[in-house]
């Protein structure tokens, strides 16, 4: 294994929105990238294989075929599967390799993921990544954690990342993402629920200026817009997040009922989006409307208001 990382192979697990947009910034570089993502073997593959072809990245067909391979892994995936990742790539895994862990996962699951891959002599490091991945891309500010968070931190600097060291004790890094994501995830869905609400009873203006007079400095018209941009579109991706945000908060013995309610919101969003709600998710414009109204209208023509 080389210890000049920009002569490393790469492997991505999950070639997602974050997994694609790795991959760009990492072959413009040249690094060697490959990937692996169930659904290359489904129905939504093609539009993956031909981004992969489109940039030169390798395709592999399991998450051993693609661990056996890479000096340093990247699980990218929902957060859910952060545990089942690392079992899954474990085997594999070369003594030695890195395993970076950039899911929004619990502190305590992180932990599992790390004994699993610290186990078969590979290193585990826990990733927090701290805001929206696409205006940042590979620059996306990064906390690291765990035992090997320094000797990693300088070699992901010279890949491009914006990787620094939140403490050698792996959790830590998690919980600033988590404690984070219960107020930004929480917010997004509160912009929602207030938004849709104020639109049905006809009170929205209203509403929006005795926002923007309490809290002068956000523009409530453009971010509510962009609030229901990203949910509409991540909205799955998010909820599972916010579930880890829920143990997160349980882990210490409070219960999380902000968090649950804003997982329970993503997630009905989500089947929305699912149903087709708010357009094809193969068009430029699902997703993309500026006026957070047209969006709400949707919701509303699907509800059955109390009588």
């Given amino acids: 294994m080389s210890v000049t990382s920009?002569?490393?192979?790469?492997?991505?697990?999950?070639?997602?929105?974050?997994?694609?947009?790795?991959?760009?910034?990492?072959?413009?570089?040249?690094?060697?990238?490959s990937t692996y993502d169930t659904k290359l073997g489904g129905d939504q593959a093609g539009p993956l294989r031909e981004h992969a072809a489109a940039i030169e990245v390798g395709l592999t067909s399991s998450h051993a075929e693609l661990a056996a391979s890479a000096d340093l892994v990247i699980s990218a995936v929902t957060a859910s599967q952060a545990v089942p990742v690392a079992n899954a790539c474990a085997p594999a895994m070369k003594k030695q390799a890195w395993f970076l862990d950039f899911n929004s996962a619990s502190p305590g699951a992180k932990r599992r993921a790390a004994e699993i891959i610290d186990?078969?002599?590979?290193?585990?490091?826990?990733?927090?990544?701290?805001?929206?991945?696409?205006?940042?891309?590979?620059?996306v500010p990064l906390l690291l954690g765990g035992k090997g968070a320094r000797e990693l931190a300088p070699l992901l600097v010279e890949l491009g990342f914006d990787a620094k060291v939140a403490s050698d004790e792996l959790g830590v890094a998690s919980a600033v993402k988590m404690c984070r994501s219960i107020m930004i995830k929480g917010l997004e869905a509160m912009v929602i629920e207030s938004f849709t609400t104020a639109r049905a009873y006809g009170v929205e203006d209203a509403?929006?200026?005795?926002?923007?007079?309490?809290?002068?400095?956000?523009?409530?018209?453009?971010?509510?817009a962009y609030f229901f941009q990203r949910v509409i579109e991540h909205g799955r991706r998010r909820s599972e997040?916010?579930?880890?945000?829920?143990?997160?908060?349980?882990?210490?013995?409070?219960t999380p009922w902000s968090a649950t309610g804003t997982a329970e919101r993503q997630a009905w969003v989500a089947d929305l989006s699912d149903?087709?709600?708010?357009?094809?998710?193969?068009?430029?414009e699902f997703a993309r409307s500026p006026d957070w109204r047209i969006e709400a209208d949707r919701i509303l023509s699907k509800l059955k208001p109390d009588t």
């Fill in 6 to 33: 920009n002569r490393w192979h790469v492997g991505l697990v999950g070639y997602g929105e974050v997994g694609r947009i790795l991959a760009e910034d990492l072959r413009k570089q040249h690094i060697n990238v």
């Fill in 275 to 284: 149903q087709g709600l708010f357009g094809s998710k193969d068009s430029k």
């Fill in 119 to 139: 186990g078969v002599g590979a290193r585990y490091v826990e990733g927090a990544v701290m805001t929206s991945v696409p205006p940042y891309r590979i620059k």
């Fill in 207 to 224: 509403v929006l200026a005795s926002l923007a007079e309490t809290y002068p400095g956000i523009d409530w018209e453009k971010q509510g």
């Fill in 241 to 254: 997040e916010v579930r880890e945000v829920a143990e997160t908060v349980r882990e210490i013995g409070l």
